[in-house]
């Protein structure tokens, strides 16, 4: 797997520790206010019980303004940052409570608004779990072998071709190959798989695996800084660091919701002439389901799509996502498994097909060719002994030739094949070869001894794939493919599609994809360099991770860093399902807030009322949101 984008020399683990630093500090701020706060109304509760309701008052009052200072301070910040500043309802109520002589009132709003600032960051830390999860598997150091011993080395100076020890239980530090006998792994973490995988010696590893099974070497093939793993945290750390449309939305809505507070406590203050209503109306009166409900559904959201191993890089994207009503698919990597294989051999006698299939792949060693990779790789699973070429010429992108086992072998296209082999009538092979099947043609000693055909092969689940995109929400499905017409046509009739277009260049695909978006927000799925443009292009971008390239992943809004696409299905719906859940939240929230506010304003709810009653409705937004995190019933 190709690394994955912006490689930085800068150790990701940095980054994570000093945020874990500055959460810890906030937590521990937040658990001091919260402190004071609960001391000093249970403290004024004492006194009063005692009979002494002046110094009840005064404890009271004591324990509010370390709370309203605080909350003073963020609002300072949050203004400056052009954030909104939205506590100001909370910081106004604490304040009229303090000025009208009501410090219990007080001193319940500031533990109320305390208590509910540890809850929404309680809450966040749940959404964001399985993220905060991708993060702490960073690995900090690896055993590397050098000078006949063990070293322990700060990943940071791994380099390509350094040998690791890689023992049970250790995360993987860099992407490498397994030197010897083979490796069981846990890659969960990556691709949401349960199930550990054993890779063989030569096989490919990814960072961030786990050792489940003996221990064994890793070669490294790419710098820890430029590994799989190290790319995935940078894009969870950008995830987490971006603000969904909604968000944003959320919070200038709730800068009216503020003025119409302000409205609602005046009007109740001037047609009752007792301030206490006003002061119970901005106690009751919260923005939470605006300010928290959103952003705590959308990261939900966002977390939940990282267990199923779909990264989403933003809120946007995930609200983008649940918008899209065309898909726009590339089909190498996509419909297709992205590499060929062997379907048929046909041989002519003496020869059968396993002496067709030995002879090319032998001769095929002494090539680079992708074509001549896959006969090696077919021959080899068949068990086959393959031998040594020599006197090897290849004629780039036609065919090769030489011998083997001193018989004379070549490989290639029928032209060049034939060219080289003695005149005379085609033997018969049999049917044409299906549609989307390319041919190898095998010559033995002039003699043309046989076929070998080979495709890239749709997946299995491709035609249940685009049924469960159709049941996501998608409208529209094209196939936008650089292959020949030929092989996308034998596609088309195979899969329920509404469009397919073959020959594509990547300027051709971006056409596509503008096209398709005149007539909705399109979702373009690829895995190559040269999908990168059209994923750019496209409403929502998916890159296939787990085996396309840098610059693919990097062009596209979300990455499958498990080769499945149903996963992107589960997306779909679960993206709907986020939309409708933050939305929910919202309009029950806001309704329950409003109704609440009416009743104060009649001056049936008590400010201290009021400011249980406003938890309580803070707590029911924030659970609802949370529910994001469950899997879709759909």
């Not at 309009?587 to 109704?595: D, F, I, M, Q």
Request: a neutral charge; charged letters at 20%.
């Amino acid at each position: 797997m190709p690394p994955m984008p912006n490689a930085s020399a800068q150790p990701v683990s940095v980054g994570v520790e000093t945020g874990v630093r500055l959460a810890l500090r906030v937590l521990d701020w937040r658990l001091a206010l919260i402190a004071v706060a609960l001391i000093g109304l249970a403290g004024g509760i004492a006194a009063a019980l005692m009979g002494s309701g002046l110094w009840a008052q005064r404890i009271w009052f004591a324990a509010t303004l370390p709370v309203l200072g605080s909350l003073l301070v963020e609002i300072t910040q949050s203004l400056r940052r052009r954030d909104g500043g939205l506590d100001l309802i909370a910081a106004l109520s604490m304040s009229a409570a303090l000025a009208f002589g009501e410090p219990l009132a007080g001193n319940v709003v500031a533990l109320m608004y305390a208590g509910g600032q540890q809850l929404e960051n309680f809450a966040e830390g749940r959404a964001r779990r399985e993220m905060t999860a991708l993060l702490g598997r960073v690995a900090r150091t690896a055993l590397r072998h050098a000078g006949g011993r063990v070293e322990e080395v700060p990943i940071e100076q791994l380099a390509t071709g350094d040998r690791v020890l890689v023992r049970h239980g250790e995360v993987i530090p860099a992407d490498g190959t397994v030197a010897e006998r083979e490796g069981l792994l846990d890659e969960s973490a990556l691709t949401g798989e349960s199930l550990p995988v054993r890779r063989r010696a030569g096989d490919e590893v990814l960072s961030g695996s786990t050792c489940a099974g003996d221990s064994f070497d890793l070669i490294v093939t790419r710098p820890a800084a430029a590994s799989t793993y190290a790319g995935i945290v940078r894009l969870v750390e950008s995830a987490q660091r971006s603000r969904a449309p909604m968000t944003r939305l959320a919070d200038r809505y709730a800068w009216w919701f503020l003025l119409f507070t302000l409205v609602i406590a005046g009007g109740a203050w001037v047609l009752s002439g007792d301030r206490i209503r006003a002061l119970a109306v901005l106690v009751v009166a919260t923005p939470c389901p605006l300010i928290l409900a959103v952003p705590v559904a959308i990261v939900s959201g966002i977390s939940r799509a990282a267990s199923l191993g779909v990264l989403v890089k933003s809120g946007g994207a995930l609200e983008a996502l649940a918008r899209v009503r065309t898909a726009v698919l590339d089909k190498t990597g996509t419909l297709t498994f992205g590499q060929a294989v062997v379907t048929d051999i046909r041989a002519v006698a003496p020869w059968g097909d396993a002496d067709v299939l030995r002879f090319a792949a032998s001769l095929d060693q002494a090539s680079a060719h992708v074509t001549a990779q896959t006969l090696v790789a077919a021959a080899k699973a068949r068990g086959l002994p393959l031998t040594r070429p020599e006197q090897v010429s290849e004629t780039a992108g036609t065919g090769i030739e030489g011998r083997v086992d001193g018989r004379r072998v070549v490989v290639g296209g029928r032209t060049f094949v034939r060219k080289r082999s003695e005149a005379g009538p085609a033997p018969d092979f049999g049917p044409s070869a299906p549609k989307g099947t390319a041919t190898v043609s095998v010559a033995i000693d002039g003699v043309l001894a046989g076929l070998i055909l080979l495709a890239d092969p749709l997946r299995e689940d491709a035609a249940a794939l685009l049924a469960s995109f159709r049941e996501a929400g998608l409208d529209r499905i094209v196939l936008a493919s650089g292959d020949h017409a030929d092989v996308v046509n034998a596609i088309g009739e195979q899969l329920d599609l509404d469009s397919a277009h073959a020959q594509l260049d990547p300027a051709a695909k971006v056409a596509v994809v503008h096209a398709e978006r005149q007539r909705a927000p399109v979702l373009m799925v690829g895995d190559g360099v040269n999908d990168a443009p059209a994923l750019a292009a496209a409403d929502v971008g998916v890159a296939m991770g787990a085996r396309g390239s840098a610059a693919s992943s990097e062009a596209a809004d979300v990455v499958l860093l498990v080769d499945r696409l149903d996963r992107l299905a589960e997306a779909l719906a679960l993206a709907h399902r986020t939309r409708r859940i933050a939305l929910q939240s919202v309009a029950v929230g806001l309704g329950l807030s409003v109704v609440a506010m009416g009743v104060a304003a009649l001056g049936h709810i008590t400010p201290v009322q009021g400011a249980v009653l406003q938890e309580f409705i803070d707590i029911a937004v924030i659970l609802n949101a949370l529910r994001a995190l469950g899997p879709s019933r759909t």
